[in-house]
């Protein structure tokens, strides 16, 4: 058949690509971001219980009203907004279906999105699918003296443009690990306002934050939740990621246009488990001690990584932390993390993947993503590894 792609040059993703080497080399696998460990029992017992009292057909199109009541007190708990559970909250097949479910429903041909880079690997894709023009703006890159990622505000103001439709955001930021202060928020209130640009928020690490530090969902500045839609996934907050559970949250009238793709792309979303997610989201213990829990693995791997020729970036969110290995190679990054896989038996992503271009030079900072959210001894078994280079 003679057809030309949609998408020309996207090819099996570098974490499908990455575990399979993985596989292949019966590596230990801190590559692609997903718990090696199981939700907690009590979860999952309300998952045989909602089978069991029948919640095995058709659940509602926005998902069921007690699962969008509870995320509405959580949201309002945590962030102080109330949106209305009834039409500004929608259950959705994972983050992932959110993101590409408001992209479709936003984003028209020649329209521009602004995207910051490195990103999420669905982003670019999404855009282009709907027509729309992705338009880049890098962050800084860490040095010796700034370990971290920056974004550059004076840059995002100055990509906007008469055809700018979206601003996407993703804090606490995969791969990065950098999370949003108040004055990023300042910072982007005084360039959306007065423009009629949208704001995608990917907030799916929102409970993954560390040191104290507090999650700035956009949904907490009324002047930005106006204009935003706010996406977050029960897959990284209780350790479900194989379900596939997501939520947006956004004004009444941005929402019933997302609702209209939704209802044609998923209809609805898993019933028993929508079920045990409402029972589960009741108490707040779980997401509020997240945070803690991902601290101390944090602190295990990147303590552990100090003792090899790695050296660990700050992270300040997330599961993911970056580290350097210049002490080690000057390979391009994705063929360090081969190398890695193949010779060493540790599997990481090269950051280079969620760049542009992930073989260009201004790609290539001699960094990879390690995701922590894994079982003490897996951890501990990679530092051994690690640490005989
Ligand atoms: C930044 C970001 N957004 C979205 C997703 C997708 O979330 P979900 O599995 O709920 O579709 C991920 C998963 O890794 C992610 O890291």
Known sequence: M?????????????????????????????????????????????????????????????????????????????????????????????????????????????????????????????????????????????????PLYQIDWQQVRAAITIKTRLIMLNYPHNPTGVVLEESDLDALESIVNDTGVMLLSDEVYEHIIFDGKKHHSLAGRAALAARSIVISSFGKTYHTTGWKVGYFCAPKSISAEIRKVHQFMVFTVSSPMQFALAQYLKNPKPYLELAAFYQTKRDRLSEALKRTRFKPLPSQGTFFLLADYSAISNKPEADFAHWLTVEHGVTVIPMSAFYEDPTAKESNHNLVRFCFAKQDHTLDSAAEKLSRI
């Open 2 to 146: 003679n057809f030309q792609s949609k998408l020309p040059n996207v090819g099996t993703t570098i974490f499908t690509v990455m575990s399979q080497l993985a596989t292949e080399h019966s590596a230990i696998n801190l590559g692609q971001g997903f718990p090696d460990f199981n939700p907690a029992p009590e979860l999952l017992d309300y998952v045989t219980q909602a089978m069991r009292d029948g919640h095995n057909q058709y659940p509602p199109m926005p998902g069921i009203g007690l699962l969008r009541e509870e995320i509405a007190r959580k949201v309002k708990n945590l962030y102080g907004h109330s949106y209305d559970a009834d039409s500004e909250i929608t259950v959705t097949s994972g983050a992932t279906e959110a993101l590409m479910a408001s992209i479709m429903a936003f984003v028209k041909a020649g329209d521009e999105v602004i995207v910051i880079e490195p990103f999420y690997d669905l982003y670019i894709p999404a855009i282009k699918l709907a027509g729309g023009v992705p338009v880049i703006v890098p962050m800084r890159a860490p040095t010796e003296s700034q």
